[in-house]
T-cell receptor, first 118, second 113 residues
């Protein structure tokens, strides 16, 4: 597509429920990132996918968080047993290629999915 | 670890005022530096970047110079417009070997007519 699409744009859930957030990157972009933005704070790296390489999961805050990516297309971020501290905007970004490539590091972001855990 | 520190906001200016948003960083190696902008209701967009010391990134009237001696990358604009109202994020990626951007906390800018 023309840009990075994320859904849902807003999600309100009850504590303890599972949520799935979806990201559709720009067609042809091999690298995909998930970031979390808590209110008044900077972006916190969660996970990075690059082609068929093993994902970099070093930013996932707990084992309740997981993410998958199908080939070089859609990614889903799953949060199990949500807690109130999970409330944040979850941002997805894609780039033409990963670190070292000519298009590296120029990330295109989606508008984000705002998650509120009651 | 790598980190980026931005001046705290919010910043409120009148139209045509001069803008400076301070950004300093800590990183090993030779990072590339970026400014991203987030307009209301939209995703972050790359505003400008610099990949080595003394480089100046510029776009839409905004400028930032990579200062290795002061580990800074301050964002400036000579005359802001109402349409510049947004959140501005400073970011870096460590090179070699870095695979993801490290962001500052963002600075909210409001420009009044």
């Amino acid at each position: 597509g023309a840009g990075v699409s994320q859904s849902p744009s807003n999600k309100v859930t009850e504590k303890g429920k599972d949520v799935e957030l979806r990201c559709d990157p720009i067609s042809g972009h091999t690298a995909l990132y998930w970031y979390r933005q808590r209110l008044g704070q900077g972006l916190e790296f969660l996970i990075y996918f690059q082609g068929n390489s093993a994902p970099d999961k070093s930013g996932l805050p707990s084992d309740r968080f997981s993410a998958e990516r199908t080939g070089e297309s859609v990614s889903t971020l799953t949060i199990q047993r949500t807690q109130q501290e999970d409330s944040a905007v979850y941002l997805c970004a894609s780039s033409l290629d990963g670190a070292g490539g000519r298009g590296a590091n120029v990330l295109t972001f989606g508008a984000g999915s705002r998650l509120t855990v009651l | 670890g790598d980190s980026v520190t931005q001046m705290e906001g919010p910043v409120t200016l009148s139209e045509e005022a001069f803008l400076t948003i301070n950004c300093t960083y800590t990183a090993t190696g030779y990072p590339s530096l970026f400014w991203y902008v987030q307009y209301p209701g939209e995703g972050l967009q790359l505003l400008l970047k610099a990949t080595k010391a003394d480089d100046k990134g510029s776009n839409k009237g905004f400028e930032a110079t990579y200062r290795k001696e002061t580990t800074s990358f301050h964002l400036e604009k000579g005359s802001v417009q109402v349409s510049d109202s947004a959140v501005y994020f400073c970011a870096l990626i460590r090179l070699p070997g870095g695979r993801q951007l490290t962001f500052g906390s963002g600075t909210q800018l409001t420009v009044l007519p």
